[in-house]
């Protein structure tokens, strides 16, 4: 069982990225799901998540960053608008797939600069 993260990129200041997180060697459903990002000597924090109940987001990023699931497809997506310097980071999806549960993929590598 495994998440697989693409869509990372460099991006310029005001730009949008789409994020997307495959889960995959199981037939389960991801449930529950989360972005989280990691910037150089900096702790990991939760950036979006989303599960039966809603979506939630940080302040830093709520109404820039839209975190959604795609059940069909098993993947679940971060589309992020607006970006600013520092919201660069290498971003890591987590997930729920039936009763595999808190699965992380390897992150991807977002950089915003002009």
């Known amino acids: 069982v495994q998440l697989q993260a693409s869509g990372g990129g460099l991006v310029q200041p005001g730009g949008s990225l789409r994020l997307s997180c495959v889960g995959s060697?199981?037939?389960?459903?991801?449930?529950?799901a989360a972005w989280y990002r990691q910037a150089p000597g900096k702790q990991r924090d939760l950036v979006a998540s989303?599960?039966?109940?809603?979506?939630n987001y940080s302040d830093s990023v709520k109404g820039r960053f839209t975190i959604s699931l795609d059940v069909a497809v098993n993947t679940v997506y971060l589309q992020m608008d607006s970006l600013k310097p520092e919201d660069t980071a290498v971003y890591y999806c987590?997930?729920?797939?039936?009763?595999?549960?808190?699965?992380w993929g390897q992150g991807t590598q977002v950089t915003v600069s002009s």
């Open positions: 989303i599960n039966s109940g809603g979506t």
């Open positions: 060697g199981t037939v389960l459903k991801i449930s529950r």
């Open positions: 987590n997930a729920d797939l039936g009763w595999h549960f808190d699965i």
